[in-house]
């Protein structure tokens, strides 16, 4: 069944092993379709959007085997340039293919990709930024085509808008196109780096990433190579959450704590003692109530937008009044009206959303409408009064691996109905 039910009141403490990062491992898996030659990718979450993304490069004819999270992947029989679009149209990264398949056949067609309905989610910079690269790219019926009509030529792209999803899809173009592009206000999140990393495995010539300006020598080929995948920082930040909301305490191993800076600050100001080392994180609220905090959302290295819900779920429950302001997606509240109807004091106004702390969250039958959504109430319900249902858990699914076994290990009580 598509549902949880989850026995409230509980603290959650204990130790948690962090996975690999969905949002770094998903565009990596991808840009294998660079390479003719064998990859090797560790870390790799055991999450529905991976699943996804490796039917969609095995559909295209690469041949992977899954071994304990490590995925070993030959792309050399790779001869099919336009994916299916049931799966393309299931996962939001799958976009990261129109580059890497332009690169390797000259033409690529795609259809509209998918994702957490959290905005409109346009693709207006991935499509100009190839353009600008020399690509022609139509737009017909859902469908995207880029085809290459003469060589793409490096050139100085500057972004008008910082965005994750287009700053991959020029680097990757980049990589193999004639001279040097340099992306300018590009997004510096850690999953480009290690992107970027990636592709340096791989024989690219790439600087800068993880700051505002990318560097991308353009190579003529790429050749195999192997490549750890970094851990979720968002997962990592879920748990720390878990941890807050119930007063307990908790120790996230196999994380990194620098990817967390702005998110451990946050936590900090509500009266958390944290101390983290070299891959480690550890959150006690020493049985303290928190303490509100105003949250602003805004690229790297500013409050991540992917930890906006499950901070608003954290004011609910905490002493005094806060302010969340949400900055990246136009529609990232939707998860505001579940916690109303378990008792949350919540005030929506444009992109605001204006809290007041109440002592306890009530159970309800609850229903998530994306990811981040979806492990915001399966939190809440661990917490609340009573037994709360929570219903549409394919979408956690999709970004937390073993999310109701790994919060069971801590103390939670979350069993399939
Ligand atoms: C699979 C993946 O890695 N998803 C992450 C990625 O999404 P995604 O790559 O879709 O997010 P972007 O950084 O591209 O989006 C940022 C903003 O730019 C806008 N925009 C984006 C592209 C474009 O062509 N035109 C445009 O206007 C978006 O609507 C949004 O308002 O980064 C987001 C911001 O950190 C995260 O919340 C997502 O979890
Ligand atoms: C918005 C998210 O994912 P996606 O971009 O894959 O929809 C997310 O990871 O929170």
Redo the contacts with the bound molecule.
């Keep these: 069944m598509n549902k949880l039910n989850i026995e409230g009141n509980k603290k959650l403490n204990g130790n948690v092993l962090i996975s690999g990062s969905?949002?770094a491992a998903?565009?990596i898996l991808f840009m294998t379709i660079l390479t003719k030659e064998k990859i090797e990718i560790s870390n790799i979450p055991k999450l529905t959007d991976i699943k996804v993304a490796i039917k969609l490069l095995k559909s295209l004819g690469a041949k992977i085997v899954n071994k304990k999270k490590i995925l070993y992947i030959d792309p050399s029989k790779i001869n099919i340039s336009s994916p299916p679009y049931n799966l393309i149209q299931k996962?939001?990264?799958s976009i990261w293919m129109l580059s890497p398949l332009l690169m390797r056949f000259g033409k690529a067609k795609i259809f509209f990709p998918g994702?957490?309905k959290i905005?409109?989610?346009?693709?207006?910079?991935?499509?100009k930024g190839l353009e600008e690269l020399g690509a022609q790219i139509i737009q017909e019926n859902n469908y995207i085509t880029a085809s290459i009509i003469k060589p793409l030529k490096g050139k100085y792209i500057y972004l008008e808008?910082?965005?994750?999803?287009?700053t991959i899809t020029i680097m990757s173009a980049a990589t193999l196109a004639e001279g040097i592009t340099i992306i300018d206000n590009a997004?510096q999140?850690p999953?480009i780096v290690d992107v970027a990393k990636f592709l340096n495995t791989l024989g690219a010539n790439i600087t800068g990433a993880g700051s505002n300006k990318i560097y991308i020598k353009g190579v003529l080929k790429l050749r195999g190579g192997r490549h750890k995948v970094i851990p979720d920082r968002i997962e990592t930040g879920t748990f720390l959450i878990a941890a807050a909301i119930s007063k307990g305490f908790i120790i996230c191993n196999n994380t990194e704590p620098k990817h967390l800076t702005s998110v451990l600050k946050k936590l900090s100001e509500t009266g958390a003692y944290i101390k983290t080392g070299k891959n480690w994180i550890k959150l006690d609220m020493q049985e303290k109530i928190p303490k509100a905090v105003n949250i602003t959302t805004a690229?790297?290295p500013g409050f991540?937008?992917?930890m906006q819900p499950q901070f608003a779920l954290l004011n609910s429950i905490s002493k005094g009044k806060s302010i969340i302001i949400e900055n990246?997606?136009?529609n990232r509240f939707a998860y505001a009206k579940e916690l109303i109807k378990m008792g949350a004091k919540i005030k929506i106004k444009n992109n605001c959303i204006f809290c007041k702390g109440v002592k306890n969250l009530f159970s309800k039958t609850l229903f998530s409408t994306d990811l981040r959504s979806s492990a915001t109430l399966i939190l809440a319900g661990c917490i609340a009064k009573g037994i709360t249902v929570v219903n549409n858990i394919h979408h956690f699914k999709r970004g937390y691996e073993s999310f109701p076994k790994k919060l069971n290990k801590l103390g939670a009580n979350i069993q399939n109905i």
């Design positions: 969905k949002n998903l565009p996962i939001r990264a994702g957490c905005g409109c989610r346009p693709i207006d910079l991935h499509l808008k910082i965005s994750v999803g287009a997004a999140e999953e690229p790297y991540p937008t992917d990246i997606f136009e």
